[in-house]
């Protein structure tokens, strides 16, 4: 069985951008990630915010 491929998100975001959308992400500080809504750090592994519920 054959697994379709994604692309790399990066390439997607810069796709999205070029055409006027804006496009969020985790921000980085030190090892962990931080929310770009409220600020809040997480461990690598976080998906969504645990303090207001942001999700890129």
Same mark, same amino acid.
């Given at each position: 069985?054959? /697994? !379709?491929?994604?692309?790399? =998100?990066? $390439? *997607?975001? =810069?796709? $999205? ?5 804006? #496009? !969020? #992400? ?5 090892? /962990? /990630? ?6 809040? *750090?997480? =461990?690598?592994? !976080?998906? #969504?915010? #645990? ?6």
């Amino acid at each position: 069985m054959s /697994k !379709a491929s994604t692309p790399d =998100d990066g $390439l *997607l975001d =810069d796709f $999205l951008e070029q055409r006027g959308h804006e #496009t !969020a #992400t985790w921000e980085e500080s030190y090892n /962990k /990630k931080q929310c770009p809504e409220c600020g809040g *750090l997480h =461990d690598v592994e !976080a998906r #969504t915010c #645990t303090v207001c519920g942001w999700s890129p």
